[in-house]
């Protein structure tokens, strides 16, 4: 083995495919580059190989170096190259460079072909170090429950206060918006029904074989009955499959867009200190030049919600419920101060960015839809606790209701003699589809309701921090991320 694969060392070796790891010895090779692991890093359902390793060139005698790199192996689903990451990515900051310097990694070399489907490809650290930043999972974790114990060094133990981790999720939604996306946009002429609407963020999972066909199949009917809630509503699976509310058109406002925010795709700068103005975006794969701009503020939102449900008493989530429908005037006072700071401080800067446009009641249209359509993605994995489920189903049949209530459409009436299926909280349907998603681990002042960033140079706070961090590595991959704290 030493012989066949001169440019690796061993263990790297054993941890790649013998395809992948041929090609990358021989390319190694020719360009006098050797790799040394140093840690692989989890990648949740997807089985392709992602690692951090040190890469040593050799090529100028004069001057070798030695780098710590991100290698990933990535994959395409179908025969269009230009639907991997790694071509994304590379949209993405030639369309934003600027944005894409302070924000995203950088790919380095040209990505190394194994197959017509795969490729070997090798991404700079984030703030040079992985030490330097930590995902937002680990930051809400040690803010939920500072007291568990971790077994790290005390020097790089973290103290996550409510106020730092709202303020991080806000920083990343006003940069995503605002320095990403930039101004908001609506295509000339452009018009979507909402079967079209919830395609872009459900994509082919209402499909056959997906990860929510078997909630599809199990929800057929036009009105659906869920616990707590005095009467039926709109069934937000018709909705997406174009049978409710069909004749309803939206004109989206569209842009550059992550695809798949969430704090396992964020990494915020915690060394020497926290600064939540210093923040980094992993795993392009669904980033797209027109993507509905409401959609990756809302999945952050509904992702955090997800990982801390165990920590919001049942009594609060109809509340919760309420203040995502209506963050200005709902009752935060009924919920966790720190995630009513979040639901308002998101909702303030979205709002802040949409206002001097006036597209503000597009906006929020299209909000609940994206609540509707974000909710059913949690229906569809098995990290989402299944006692949560039921939860989120009656989040997207209330964010239907609220999207037709302001468009001034009775559902009922739309719908004709449609027998409302009867769904019990505490049983909702489970996938018919087995999934192979990992599990994962499972307060009334309010945020103003101006936007918290200071004009660009200004002096942001910094937060000292005693360091705290959680066992073992991160990177995105579409949503499928174990933790391990």
Request: negative net charge.
């Amino acid at each position: 083995m030493t012989e066949l694969y001169r440019g690796l060392d061993p263990e790297l070796c054993r941890g790649l495919d013998r395809e992948v790891a041929e090609v990358l010895a021989a390319w190694a090779e020719l360009h006098r580059r050797h790799y040394v692991l140093d840690r692989w890093l989890v990648n949740g359902r997807s089985r392709q190989a992602v690692a951090v390793v040190s890469e040593t060139d050799t090529r100028d005698a004069r001057n070798p170096r030695t780098t710590m790199l991100v290698l990933k192996v990535l994959s395409s689903p179908s025969d269009s190259v230009q639907t991997i990451e790694y071509a994304r990515h590379h949209q993405a900051e030639s369309e934003r460079p600027d944005f894409a310097r302070r924000h995203l990694s950088t790919f380095v070399h040209d990505a190394v072909p194994v197959s017509a489907r795969q490729w070997i490809t090798f991404q700079r650290i984030a703030a040079n170090n992985l030490e330097n930043t930590e995902v937002l999972t680990v930051l809400l974790r040690r803010m939920l429950h500072p007291e568990e114990l971790v077994d790290t060094p005390k020097h790089r133990e973290i103290v996550c206060r409510p106020e730092t981790f709202v303020d991080a999720c806000r920083s990343i939604v006003a940069g995503v918006l605002g320095d990403w996306a930039g101004a908001p946009f609506i295509p000339p002429a452009a018009g979507w029904d909402l079967k079209m609407f919830f395609g872009w963020h459900l994509f082919d999972q209402l499909e056959p074989g997906g990860r929510l066909a078997g909630w599809a199949s199990d929800h057929d009917t036009e009105l659906i009955r869920v616990e707590g809630e005095p009467g039926p509503l709109p069934n937000p699976f018709s909705v997406a499959r174009g049978r409710v509310l069909a004749d309803a058109r939206i004109r989206p406002v569209v842009g550059r867009s992550h695809g798949d925010l969430h704090t396992d795709n964020a990494l915020v700068r915690v060394r020497p200190r926290v600064d939540t103005d210093d923040w980094f975006l992993i795993d392009t794969a669904l980033y797209d030049s027109v993507g509905p701009l409401t959609r990756d503020p809302v999945h952050l939102l509904l992702y955090v919600i997800a990982r801390s449900m165990g920590d919001i008493a049942p009594s609060q989530q109809g509340a919760l419920i309420d203040l995502l429908l209506d963050p200005i005037d709902g009752p935060g006072h009924l919920v966790p101060t720190w995630l009513a700071d979040l639901v308002r401080g998101v909702n303030a800067e979205s709002g802040a960015w949409v206002e001097r446009s006036g597209l503000a009641h597009l906006w929020r249209e299209q909000t609940y839809l994206s609540l509707a359509a974000c909710a059913m993605l949690f229906l569809g994995r098995t990290s989402t606790r299944d006692q949560d489920k039921s939860w989120f189903l009656r989040l997207a049949a209330r964010a239907v209701a609220r999207f037709a209530a302001e468009r001034g459409v009775s559902v009922e009436g739309a719908i004709g003699d449609s027998s409302p299926q009867v769904v019990q909280a505490a049983n909702a349907a489970k996938p018919a589809v087995p999934q192979s998603d990992p599990e994962v681990e499972s307060e009334p002042s309010a945020r103003e309701k101006k936007p918290r960033r200071q004009a660009r140079g200004a002096e942001q706070p910094k937060y000292a921090v005693k360091i705290r961090e959680s066992r073992g590595g991160q990177i995105g991959d579409g949503n499928h991320q174990i933790n391990k704290f």
